[in-house]
């Protein structure tokens, strides 16, 4: 394998992180993997345990976001939620096309797809990653764009967590709308499939999606099964659901439920992403099946239950995650 690194931003992540999954089956192929985190914690010892080149750089610092880079021909740049997005997505991009990386694996989202100077959302932080993408576009960089749905890790390991272990129910406005939830598991492997042979994918959009469509209603019975207990879906009106999340705002920032909010109300009224299994499977031997998941996750979303003031900063909470992703992962490998 060659010895250039590839670097990953936004290596911790959290709950649904695509870093975790690309940079651990990237490592298995023999790459040289960078994980470039903000802080060293527990998660930033796990990923040097794994064996990935661990390094401290914020992307609103482009000295050190260089400094990060050097040495690497492949970046991958996600990140979480922020009003900084598109500043930091400029400072890797700037330093990526400084720098002559051979690619650039841009982690975005699927609403991008249906947006434009003339069509948007409410959604600041979809704005954003819209006009990263335009700013991409302009740079020359050799970019390849992924694209997710909504992910299931974030729907319902947190956001729907509560609700399920208090009254066996699953409270979101989305009506009878459906959506495609995808594993972040799947996009990470997805990502790292490109990341290790990118140059057939320079400048291909993939836009990636679970494997089914269904409604509320429908995750409910899946969840009925996989739990061994009666799951409902109870269709919240959008502004009390609001209300519940402004309730605790360290745990959900305002950018987190103004993206939801859209979402929420794109799907309760019919707009949502067309299933593209055949694109996923291009980049993924096969989707992540919701049942399969949830069946896999069980344990995991269970304690979840237990912690509803999860958070992965907590360093007693960290290897239990881990552990469960590896699981993940080595079950959909096989």
Not at 283 to 293: E, H, K, Y
């Amino acid at each position: 394998m060659s010895q250039e690194a590839i670097l990953v931003t936004g290596a911790a992540g959290g709950v649904g992180s695509t870093a975790h999954t690309a940079i651990a089956t990237l490592l298995e192929q023999g790459h040289r993997v960078r994980a470039m985190v903000r802080k060293l914690d527990a998660r930033a010892d796990r990923l040097r345990d794994m064996g990935a080149e661990v390094v401290v750089a914020d992307m609103l610092d482009i000295t050190a976001v260089r400094a990060a880079m050097q040495g690497c021909s492949v970046v991958y740049f996600t990140m979480s939620i922020s009003p900084n997005y598109l500043e930091a997505a400029a400072n890797v991009a700037v330093t990526a096309k400084s720098l002559g990386v051979k690619a650039f694996v841009n982690l975005s989202q699927m609403t991008v797809s249906q947006m434009s100077e003339t069509e948007t959302t409410s959604s600041p932080q979809q704005k954003q990653h819209w006009l990263a993408e335009q700013m991409l576009r302009w740079s020359g960089l050799p970019v390849i764009y992924l694209r997710p749905t909504a992910f299931f890790d974030g729907m319902f390991l947190l956001q729907g967590a509560k609700g399920i272990r208090d009254d066996d129910a699953i409270r979101l406005p989305f009506a009878d709308g459906k959506t495609s939830l995808i594993a972040g598991a799947d996009v990470g492997a997805a990502a790292a499939a490109v990341l290790a042979n990118p140059e057939p994918h320079i400048g291909k959009v993939y836009d990636l999606t679970g494997p089914q469509s269904l409604t509320m209603a429908q995750f409910a019975q899946e969840f009925s099964g996989a739990l061994g207990r009666t799951i409902q879906y109870v269709n919240v009106p959008p502004q009390i659901w609001e209300a519940k999340l402004h309730e605790k705002p360290a745990l959900t920032p305002a950018l987190c439920i103004q993206r939801r909010r859209t979402a929420c109300a794109r799907r309760a009224a019919g707009i949502g992403p067309d299933l593209k299994i055949a694109i996923l499977q291009e980049l993924r031997d096969r989707p992540i099946q919701n049942s399969r998941f949830l069946a896999i996750f069980r344990p995991g979303f269970l304690a979840f239950c237990r912690f509803p003031r999860w958070g992965l900063a907590k360093p007693s909470l960290v290897p239990l995650f881990g552990r469960f992703m590896d699981q993940m992962r080595g079950s959909f490998s096989s």
